[in-house]
């Protein structure tokens, strides 16, 4: 069941997001979109100052070589199936 408030975040994100093969958003287009999604202003300075990238990247490839089906999307915006 979707609550309000995520449908409010949904449709943030899909009213922002960029154009295939693009570049992408900035981390500050992300934080802006953060802010307006209603996220405390810890969570967002946690994601645009990459303190969990480490983490991500790792768990990350522990999902691509655990068989399942993923999709991977790398800096440079571009993506393939892992």
């Known amino acids: 069941m979707c609550t309000e408030r995520g449908r409010v ?12 093969g693009g570049s992408g958003l900035t981390d500050a287009n992300i934080g802006l ?4 999604a209603g996220y405390e202003p810890l969570y967002i300075r946690c994601a ?9 990247a790792s768990e990350t490839r522990s999902a691509e ?3 399942i089906d993923a999709v991977r ?3 440079k915006g ?5």
């Open 73 to 75: 999307v790398n800096v």
């Open 9 to 20: 975040r949904r449709n943030l994100l899909l009213q922002a997001q960029p154009v295939a």
């Open 78 to 82: 571009s993506q393939g199936n892992g």
């Open 48 to 56: 645009v100052q990459h303190q969990y990238a480490s983490w991500v």
């Open 33 to 36: 979109l953060a802010e307006q």
């Open 65 to 67: 070589h655990s068989g």
